[in-house]
């Protein structure tokens, strides 16, 4: 087995300078044996020294204990290119990388994950770079921040626009990855590598294929090696072919906060009766309102935070399975997970590669996306990505400027204000203290997601918050429901620093939303994909129906056939 070595000799094999890409996500599927080995490694002789490191998605856990936080010493890094970063409470200690990114030690940039992801894809391809409309009008645009989260990244840029075809793109040059550390469960003696106990496959096969089709070396971190042979060739998702070492770590857990629970990898299927509510209160208000703008049948992307209960309420509402989540990690259907686990759903229906769901989503190509806001501006635009004097308490954009920039119909969720004392129940909202803090405000400090490009783009968009509805117009935003027992002047218009307009049909919140009692949730009637079907689709629809109506009996002839 000459591709197996130890995690301080694959530490010794990254050079001062080198590209690393890092296959993570959060506490899911962090090669930390590794990682910890080129920090310790770092510690005792110094090297290897200024690497730049890729990171679709965040590498290590919210609290800074693990993944990224391993090598994030001055000197070590200089530049870091990351769809997401840690983070943490406020009453945890700041992360180690959020140090140096508040401290300017290194280059820090926050590009979103499926732009980063097809970064890679161009590097494997030799092409120059992507070509995107996603994140025009927010803080990925070079016109605002183009990507930069501090000083030192801000004097060297990653994106530029480019007119090409008479339209306007952003460009983002491919970069090309010297190394790249990737993780699974499995490999054999030849280095194939199959996951059947990761909670995702992430972006592993795109990372190897950029570094090793530019001449670097692909390090991967599995829980076991068996015979060579004895994978089963549909199973394997990074080939022998990429892989040049591999460093076994039996102790690996699957997240985080998870040694190993085999629902979360799609190994057996988890009673649904297992699955914890949602807790009473304020917060689940929210997730029951942004629950009814689904319909069924719909494809529904989940973002982290509020959103991600929405599957517990159709759960307990007798719905579950009425419409299909995908999550960016790359689950599509089951029940999605919360907390450290948030990225994996148990009893999925099918586990994607990132870099393909991130397509999926860039192009719109599902119905509804729930998803968190941290402020939002009289534009209807949202910031998620960054947040005052603490940014760590924020972990930066992730997938959201993919999922949002085509999507068709998107629900934000969030609290009115941040810190309010509130009581619910009985049919009513009570709000005993007003939060500190205000959400809608009249300058967001980031913008992750552009309402002024949205309404050129026509996507429907609204604000589910615990006091009102609120839907984004032509001319702003639009109050359209309020909560039972709150007060519109008071507890609402005076409580934004934006002036927000009040439907002619204002309506009351339905009162069995604030009642702690399943509610009768009741989803749309399913919606047509791509608006009024033209007179051609209709023919062509009629034409497959006929031919449906034919088949009916085709397993019947088919048995027959089997008879005679």
């Not at 087995?1 to 301080?8: E, N, P, R, Y």
């Not at 509610?519 to 031919?547: D, I, N, W």
Request: charge should be negative; include cysteine; hydrophobic fraction near 45%.
């Amino acid at each position: 087995m000459k591709k197996v070595i130890s995690a301080d000799q694959a530490a010794g094999l990254v050079r001062s300078g080198d590209v690393v890409s890092i296959s993570s996500s959060s506490g899911l599927g962090c090669p930390d044996k590794v990682l910890a080995a080129l920090g310790a490694r770092f510690d005792k002789e110094g090297l290897p020294r200024n690497l730049t490191t890729l990171n679709p998605i965040a590498a290590g856990d919210m609290y800074g204990i693990k993944g990224i936080d391993h090598i994030a010493k001055p000197g070590l890094l200089s530049r870091v290119l990351a769809g997401s970063y840690p983070s943490g409470p406020s009453s945890l200690p700041m992360p180690a990388i959020w140090h140096m990114v508040v401290d300017n030690e290194i280059e820090a940039y926050n590009i979103p994950s499926g732009i980063l992801y097809d970064m890679h894809r161009d590097a494997a391809a030799k092409r120059p770079g992507v070509l995107t409309k996603v994140g025009l009008g927010t803080f990925v645009d070079p016109d605002l921040q183009g990507c930069a989260m501090n000083e030192a990244a801000a004097a060297n840029p990653v994106v530029r626009k480019e007119t090409f075809d008479g339209q306007e793109w952003l460009y983002f040059p491919a970069i090309a990855p010297q190394v790249a550390i990737i993780r699974a469960t499995t490999a054999d003696e030849h280095g194939n590598l199959t996951y059947e106990h990761e909670g995702a496959l992430l972006g592993g096969l795109d990372q190897a294929l950029a570094a090793r089709n530019n001449g670097g070396i692909v390090i991967a971190q599995v829980k076991r090696v068996v015979k060579q042979g004895s994978l089963r060739p549909h199973d394997v998702h990074v080939p022998c072919n990429l892989v040049d070492y591999l460093v076994v770590d039996p102790e690996q857990w699957q997240t985080t906060q998870t040694p190993y629970d085999p629902a979360i990898s799609g190994e057996i299927a988890q009673p649904l009766a297992t699955f914890e509510p949602q807790a009473w209160g304020a917060e689940k208000v929210i997730s029951r309102r942004a629950a009814m703008e689904l319909a069924h049948g719909h494809a529904v992307n989940l973002g982290f935070g509020i959103s991600a209960n929405v599957p517990r309420i159709l759960l307990e509402e007798g719905l579950h399975g009425e419409v299909t989540w995908a999550i960016e990690q790359g689950a599509v259907g089951g029940m999605p997970l919360l907390g450290f686990a948030f990225g994996c759903a148990s009893n999925a229906d099918a586990i994607m590669a990132s870099p393909n769901q991130f397509t999926y989503f860039q192009g719109g190509g599902f119905d509804v996306t729930l998803l968190s806001f941290l402020q939002v501006d009289g534009n209807g635009s949202v910031n998620v990505s960054k947040l005052g004097s603490k940014p760590y308490l924020t972990a930066g954009c992730g997938g959201f400027v993919d999922i949002t920039a085509h999507a068709r119909r998107i629900v934000f969720s969030g609290f009115f204000t941040a810190g309010a004392k509130l009581e619910v129940g009985n049919g009513r909202l009570t709000i005993l203290k007003e939060g500190k803090t205000r959400k809608f405000v009249k300058s967001a400090e980031h913008i992750t997601f552009s309402g002024v490009i949205g309404r050129q783009r026509g996507q429907r968009v609204t604000y589910v918050t615990e006091r009102c509805v609120i839907d984004l117009e032509d001319d702003g935003l639009v109050v359209r429901e309020i909560a039972p027992g709150v007060d519109l002047q008071r507890d609402v218009l005076d409580q934004a620093e934006v002036a927000l307009r009040v439907a002619k049909d204002l309506r009351v919140m339905d009162a069995a939303l604030f009642t702690d009692a399943p509610f009768g949730l009741q989803l749309k009637a399913e919606e047509p994909r791509r608006g009024a079907v033209s007179e051609v689709a209709a023919k062509r629809r009629a034409a497959e129906a006929a031919l449906l109506a034919d088949a009916v009996d085709l397993p019947v002839m088919v048995e027959e056939r089997q008879r005679v």
